[in-house]
T-cell receptor, first 112, second 114 residues
């Protein structure tokens, strides 16, 4: 029973365009959401987070949107750069500080 | 370095053997997590330590898996009588007591069971 799902295993975009990565969750107790980025042979690194009291959080080229009624969040990267090519995991927790439940990841490829 | 350190980085073992994977968390971080990533899969939670509290072992897939954390710092994940389905990258992460939800991951230990 996957509580956090990333339905697109891969995404390919052109450099300079927008990348949109999607994530759905089923557990209504989740109220804190994070995105992690993972390069090959490295551990995941934290990218951006959002609390359920917000519907948008922005950090430079990265913006996370949260739609609580739809139990859906998305990560927008604009403009996309080749260095953004990585696997992106969304994660959720019932409260900040508790253990995270991760999605299956989406491999993003940004083509020059 | 100052990050989470894991060893060994790669381990190849024969089915039925026991393996130990080690994690050195970031100094001062009270929470420590073990996850694993099987080929083509997401991150699967295994076990969570927080300070001196009893660990949350709810993610351990079988009784062949165990973990301990000595002195509130270094952790060892032990897999007994390894099976081929145990092959995965085992990732350790730590976080400070006042947690924003951000975990700091090590580079992982890749386990291959032949």
């Amino acid at each position: 029973d996957q509580q956090v799902k990333q339905n697109s295993p891969s995404l390919s975009v052109q450099e300079g365009r927008i990348s949109i990565l999607n994530c759905d969750y089923t557990n209504s107790m989740f109220d804190y959401f994070l995105w992690y980025k993972k390069y090959p042979a490295e551990g995941p690194t934290f990218l951006i987070s959002i609390s359920s009291i917000k519907d948008k959080n922005e950090d430079g080229r990265f913006t996370v949107f949260l739609n609580k009624s739809a139990k859906h969040l998305s990560l927008h990267i604009v403009p996309s750069q080749p260095g953004d090519s990585a696997v992106y995991f969304c994660a959720a927790s019932p409260n900040a500080g508790n253990m995270l439940t991760f999605g299956g990841g989406t491999r993003l490829m940004v083509k020059p | 370095g100052a990050g989470v350190s894991q060893s060994p980085s790669n381990k190849v073992t024969e089915k039925g053997k026991d393996v130990e994977l080690r994690c050195d968390p970031i100094s001062g971080h009270t929470a420590l997590y073990w996850y694993r990533q099987s080929l083509g899969q997401g991150l699967e939670f295994l076990i969570y330590f927080q300070g001196n509290s009893a660990p949350d072992k709810s993610g351990l897939p079988s009784d062949r898996f165990s973990a301990e954390r000595t002195g509130g710092s270094v952790s060892t994940l032990t897999i007994q009588r390894t099976q081929q389905e145990d092959s995965a990258v085992y990732l350790c992460a730590s976080s400070p007591h006042i947690n924003t939800g951000e975990l700091f991951f090590g580079e992982g230990s890749r386990l291959t069971v032949l």
